[in-house]
C-alpha cells in the first residue's frame, strides 16, 4: 500500500502536462495549394535551335536535345521544354515535357511527336519522380544541373539554362555543400 501511495505522489507531481496538444498559433496561415497552369503545345522544333544535352555518364545509345526556342518557366514554376531524342542511326523521338524543381524532382510528359506534329499524352498522365538509381540519368541531370538551380529548388532563368546546356558544364561551386543526392 505504501508503494501504491508513492507511485501516486510521484505521478501527481510530474511536470509534464497530459492534455491534448494545442493547435498551431492564430498567426500561422495555411499556404496555398500548388496549381498547374494549361499548358499550351509549342511549335514544331527545328534542327537549327536544338541543343544537345551533355550527359556526364550516358550508357544510352541516344544523343538528347533541347529546343531551345520551346524552353520557357511558367507562372507555376514548371520548366517546359521539347526534348529530342536521336539514336545512332538517325531515328528520333520528340516529346514535350515539364520539370519540377522540387528537392527530388517532378517532371511529366504533356505530349509525343510525329509526323512534324504532338499528340498530347492522356489527361491522367501523373508527375513522375526524377529518380537516378531507375537510370533515368537524363531527368536526373536536367534537374540537378542544367533546369533547376540546387539547393533552391527553383528554376534557373532562361538565359542561364541554355548557357548550361550549351557549355555543359556546371560550376563546381554549385554543387558544393551538404545536400545529398
Given at each position: 500500500?505504501?508503494?501504491?501511495l508513492?507511485i501516486?505522489?510521484?505521478?501527481?507531481?510530474?511536470?509534464?502536462?497530459?492534455?491534448?496538444e494545442m493547435?498551431?498559433?492564430?498567426s500561422?496561415?495555411?499556404?496555398r495549394?500548388?496549381q498547374?497552369?494549361?499548358?499550351r503545345m509549342?511549335?514544331?522544333?527545328?534542327d537549327?535551335?536544338?541543343?544537345?544535352?551533355?550527359?556526364?555518364?550516358?550508357d544510352?545509345?541516344?544523343?538528347?536535345?533541347?529546343?531551345?526556342?520551346?524552353?520557357?518557366?511558367?507562372?507555376?514554376?514548371?520548366?517546359r521544354?521539347t526534348?529530342?531524342?536521336e539514336?545512332d542511326?538517325g531515328a528520333?523521338?520528340?516529346?514535350?515535357?515539364g520539370?519540377r524543381?522540387?528537392?527530388k524532382?517532378?517532371?511529366?510528359?504533356?505530349?509525343y511527336g510525329?509526323?512534324?506534329?504532338?499528340?498530347?499524352?492522356s489527361?491522367?498522365e501523373?508527375?513522375?519522380?526524377?529518380?537516378?538509381?531507375?537510370?533515368?540519368?537524363?531527368?536526373f541531370?536536367?534537374?540537378?544541373?542544367?533546369?533547376?538551380?540546387?539547393?533552391?529548388?527553383?528554376?534557373?532563368p532562361?538565359?542561364?539554362?541554355?548557357?548550361m546546356l550549351?557549355s555543359?558544364?556546371v560550376?563546381?561551386?554549385?554543387?558544393?555543400?551538404f545536400?545529398?543526392?
Amino acid at each position: 500500500m505504501l508503494c501504491t501511495l508513492a507511485i501516486g505522489l510521484a505521478h501527481a507531481e510530474t511536470p509534464f502536462v497530459n492534455d491534448a496538444e494545442m493547435g498551431p498559433p492564430s498567426s500561422v496561415k495555411e499556404g496555398r495549394k500548388w496549381q498547374e497552369e494549361t499548358v499550351r503545345m509549342p511549335p514544331w522544333p527545328r534542327d537549327a535551335d536544338l541543343v544537345e544535352v551533355k550527359l556526364d555518364h550516358s550508357d544510352t545509345a541516344f544523343r538528347h536535345y533541347i529546343d531551345a526556342k520551346s524552353l520557357s518557366t511558367g507562372g507555376d514554376g514548371v520548366v517546359r521544354y521539347t526534348l529530342v531524342a536521336e539514336s545512332d542511326s538517325g531515328a528520333r523521338n520528340v516529346s514535350f515535357e515539364g520539370l519540377r524543381c522540387t528537392p527530388k524532382g517532378k517532371y511529366k510528359i504533356y505530349a509525343y511527336g510525329g509526323g512534324s506534329r504532338f499528340t498530347p499524352t492522356s489527361i491522367s498522365e501523373d508527375w513522375r519522380p526524377v529518380d537516378e538509381r531507375a537510370g533515368d540519368r537524363l531527368h536526373f541531370e536536367l534537374w540537378k544541373h542544367y533546369l533547376c538551380v540546387p539547393r533552391l529548388f527553383q528554376p534557373r532563368p532562361k538565359k542561364d539554362q541554355v548557357r548550361m546546356l550549351k557549355s555543359g558544364r556546371v560550376p563546381a561551386i554549385e554543387n558544393s555543400g551538404f545536400l545529398t543526392n
